[in-house]
């Protein structure tokens, strides 16, 4: 059989819905018309996508890793047969925040002279993929590990800072430990943060956990008194905030940056970006002021 766009659509529908029945009434279709369309892709495929022994339905590791892909090629057919974009082929750059630091500047100005007729579009995502689990990024600059199922960069590693409130007796301190920090309130960011309560040592956890929706979010709790956090040193660059400082942390390891993709892409740009991402860190070491530092 041939498989068709709306397989895909259909079958991300059914992952974002968890529930046959809820996704085919949104598509208006019947049940059974769905499940014989979701079977279809299956046996397409060879593969098990969806496990139904469940109340609620689940992705199985195979459709969890078809997914990522499905939501790329969705996203990537929509775009080629938008009619408002015939003329460009813009490459989406996603992030959870900070981008890449304070090489961000630098590395927009380098690409827009190197490749003026392929747009560069830094989109913000509040997720840790940055947008590439859903097709709405092309690729995708994270901190931490890699995600399971796309293909990756190691760029360089970040130091981590303490962020707490400014003024208060913690903002007074040269340095700061992971157990200064556990006796407050930490702020955390489930859903785009790279901090976990993992970080601590176990039996040395935060006594209370402040959750947060986004970086905005995160800044105002801290700035408000009501949490402190750990956070990468391009925060302390991009994001600065008059009630929140930020002091060097002594015992928490460097934080990975990331360059991620689609395997295989979803631009054929992505290699270009890769070069360039590699060339700017090179050109920058840590210590030298940016491209856009250097001319202000």
Request: charged content about 20%.
């Amino acid at each position: 059989m041939t498989i068709e766009v709306r397989h895909l659509r259909y079958f991300l529908l059914i992952a974002q819905e968890g529930n046959i029945t809820r996704a085919a009434a949104l598509l208006h279709i019947t049940q059974p018309a769905l499940s014989r369309t979701l079977r279809q892709l299956e046996t397409h495929l060879g593969v098990q996508l969806v496990d139904r022994s469940t109340h609620h339905l689940e992705l199985t590791t195979a459709g969890q890793h078809f997914a990522a892909r499905a939501a790329t090629a969705v996203a990537t057919f929509d775009e080629t047969t938008d009619p408002a974009r015939l003329d460009t082929w813009p490459l989406r750059l996603g992030h959870s925040w900070s981008a890449l630091g304070r090489h961000t500047p630098t590395l927009l100005r380098r690409w827009g002279r190197a490749h003026p007729d392929i747009p560069l579009e830094l989109l913000r995502f509040d997720d840790r993929t940055a947008g590439l689990a859903d097709g709405r990024s092309d690729v995708a600059l994270v901190r931490g590990s890699a995600p399971r199922g796309f293909a990756g960069a190691h760029l360089f590693d970040e130091r981590r800072l303490a962020a707490v409130p400014a003024g208060g007796e913690l903002a007074s301190r040269a340095s700061l430990t992971l157990a200064d920090l556990a006796r407050h309130p930490v702020g955390l960011s489930p859903t785009a943060g790279s901090t976990t309560v993992s970080l601590w040592p176990a039996g040395a956890q935060p006594r209370e956990i402040v959750t947060v929706a986004n970086t905005d979010d995160w800044l105002a709790a801290i700035a408000a008194d009501r949490a402190v956090g750990v956070t990468a040193e391009s925060t302390a660059q991009m994001h600065g905030h008059p009630g929140v400082a930020f002091v060097p942390l002594a015992d928490a390891p460097d934080l990975p940056v990331m360059l991620i993709w689609a395997d295989p892409p979803s631009h054929p740009a992505v290699p270009l970006l890769l070069a360039l991402v590699r060339q700017v860190v090179a050109d920058e070491p840590a210590g030298q002021p940016t491209e856009s530092a250097s001319r202000s």
